[in-house]
């Protein structure tokens, strides 16, 4: 593949996806587990540098969610991400700014007192109705995949501190308990509305649960705290007559069967090679539940751009025949990941 380089620029990428027509069913197929017509592209997020290189400045268009879609468009998705308006999300401190950052530093919830003096954002039908607008909006063939605001866990570890949680199971359950339903019940309120949107083809529930070597909490914990939230979630997406994605970082091993058998997700996002290779993971799991993206973050980093192209290309032809997976990254594509990199991936699914 000597010629790699000279595919990897944004100009022979849009000579590609201009041929291409948007088309959310094919990506629906991957989410059911079955074989699309062509491979499909998926990632949780893109950056505003990338934004701009495919989709040039962004005030030529009237507003960012304008802009992002076109970029999507433009390296060939079939779909945009959503994210809440910045006035839905839950109130934080701002960590202080060193090269080391403690996750208790920024906790705003300690006891009983400062768990009804905190601000509860409420996910209302307002907020949202400018959902209603992009029936129109959309470049045909596509749709929108909204994620929240960080998830149960995440929140809850945001406003009571890592470490302080760990003490709290055990000195003060009671509010560890009720966190987390204020939490879950302003998530899930959010599901409810946002899924009901005819733009919204699909949702993401974003909630980091793990280490590289384990899960944040044991699985029991989680089990019993975060868990019995993401099946409500699920079960309110599904009867929306949509597919849920679960982007989780971490170790989740332990807890794969309740993931796909017990809450009951369509999909799961987010590998890491240190944790368990992509490739691993669609032979473990591929078949129970859909598997997206996997190219390791610091791979797509680092690596030379044909050693990239070569495995999104190895990893297509190894889903080929099974289906039920979508090309992308591990996680997302950051900034610093250089373009090269990223068109070489990409390009191993529009060529065809």
């Known amino acids: 593949m000597h010629s790699i380089r000279n595919k990897t ?32 592209l998926f990632e949780l997020f893109l950056n505003d540098r990338l934004n701009g290189e495919l989709a040039g400045d962004r005030s030529a268009y009237k507003n960012e969610l304008l802009w992002t879609m076109q970029a999507f468009r433009n390296a060939g998705y079939d779909y945009m991400t959503l994210y809440p308006p910045c006035v839905f999300s839950f109130p934080k401190k701002r960590h202080p700014k060193s090269k080391s950052v403690s996750q208790n530093d920024a906790a705003l919830i300690y006891d009983r007192k400062s768990f009804d003096s905190y601000r509860w954002p ?16 959309l470049i045909p063939g596509m749709k929108m995949i909204p994620c929240t605001p960080g998830g149960v866990l995440e929140n809850v570890t945001d406003i009571i501190g890592f470490e302080n949680l760990c003490y709290m199971l055990f000195d003060n359950e009671p509010l560890v308990q009720d966190t987390f339903a204020r939490v879950g019940e302003t998530l899930l309120e959010y599901y409810k509305i946002v899924s009901r949107y005819s733009a919204v083809g699909a949702l993401i529930v974003n909630d980091d649960w793990g280490f590289s070597s384990q899960t944040l909490l044991s699985p029991d914990d989680l089990r019993k705290y975060v868990i019995p939230w993401h099946k409500e979630f699920v079960d309110v997406i599904h009867k929306s007559g949509k597919q849920a994605v679960l982007h989780s970082c971490g170790q989740l091993e ?18 890491e090679d240190k944790i368990l290779p992509v490739e691993q993971a669609y032979e473990k799991w591929g078949g129970r539940i859909a598997i997206l993206g996997g190219l390791d973050v610091d791979f797509m980093c680092t690596a030379d751009p044909r050693d990239i192209y070569h495995r999104a290309k190895a990893m297509l032809n190894r889903t080929s025949e099974k289906g039920g997976y979508a090309l992308g990254t591990g996680n997302s594509v950051p900034p610093y990941v250089p373009f090269e990199n990223y068109y070489a991936m990409i390009l191993a699914a529009l060529e065809n």
């Open 9 to 40: 620029s944004s100009q022979y990428i849009k000579t590609l996806t201009e041929k291409r027509i948007p088309d959310f069913s094919q990506l629906v197929t991957i989410l059911n587990g079955g074989k699309a017509d062509r491979p499909t």
């Open 122 to 137: 409420a996910a209302g039908e307002k907020l949202f109705s400018f959902l209603g607008d992009w029936d129109e909006l």
């Open 254 to 271: 332990h807890v794969m069967d309740d993931v796909i058998d017990h809450i009951g997700f369509d999909a799961k996002h987010s590998y």
